[in-house]
T-cell receptor, first 109, second 114 residues
């Protein structure tokens, strides 16, 4: 079956760096998405990776290793507003999105 | 209005009621989606429409009935729901259904079935 695994919850300190991991098992692969969802709000797009490597976008970076079925989202210089759930989703061979359950990130002062 | 809007934001209904959720996108997109989001579970794709035609129906119970009158509007008609249907229902849109386009989500309707 198809599956996405990511930690349920993580805690980090304001100003620090945190890495949220995601492993995927899909029938074929056409890329991986990260979305951010604040409590009670809509998910919003953060990144899309289809090639191996690191893509940086301001304080957020996303990494992909296709051979390992692995991605991570790296958040630097954490701010309180980064407290949210981070959703990982992989695109399978049929271009269907397979979603993870999300990682709730708690930022402490 | 910009982006994707959903009404109502909150809905409480009994198991014998009939209600409808509404979604509207102001982005000129061709694809629209309904998702169910339950606590600590992955997003469940319910329906996908491309240019008003349904292209995906992931074995959703018939008590959920979608309608897409045009590429900007999407409805989810609800009838004789069960308590386990209580969840956040999210609408999303994307430029096309190719999958590689980012999806833009509405704020969701928090549904409680009593």
């Amino acid at each position: 079956g198809q599956n996405i695994d990511q930690p349920t919850e993580m805690t980090a300190t304001e100003g620090a760096i945190v890495q949220i991991n995601c492993t995927y098992q899909t029938s074929g692969f056409n890329g991986l998405f990260w979305y951010q969802q604040h409590a009670g709000e809509a998910p919003t797009f953060l990144s899309y990776n289809v090639l191996d490597g690191l893509e940086e976008k301001g304080r957020f970076s996303s990494f992909l290793s296709r051979s390992k079925g692995y991605s991570y989202l790296l958040l630097k210089e954490l701010q309180m507003k980064d407290s949210a759930s981070y959703l990982c989703a992989a695109l399978d061979s049929n271009y269907q999105l397979i979603w993870g359950a999300g990682t709730k990130l708690i930022i402490k002062p | 209005e910009t982006g994707v809007t959903q009404t109502p934001r909150h809905l409480v209904m009994g198991m014998t009621n009939k209600k409808s959720l509404k979604c509207e996108q102001h982005l000129g997109h061709n694809a629209m989606y309904w998702y169910k989001q339950s606590a600590k579970k992955p997003l469940e794709l319910m329906f996908v429409y491309s240019l008003e035609e349904r292209v995906e129906n992931n074995s959703v119970p018939s008590r959920f009935s979608p309608e897409c009158p045009n590429s900007s509007h999407l409805f989810l008609h609800l009838h004789t729901l069960q308590p386990e249907d209580s969840a956040l229902y999210l609408c999303a849109s994307s430029q096309d259904v190719t999958g590689v386009d980012e999806q833009y989500f509405g704020p969701g309707t928090r549904l409680t079935v009593t």
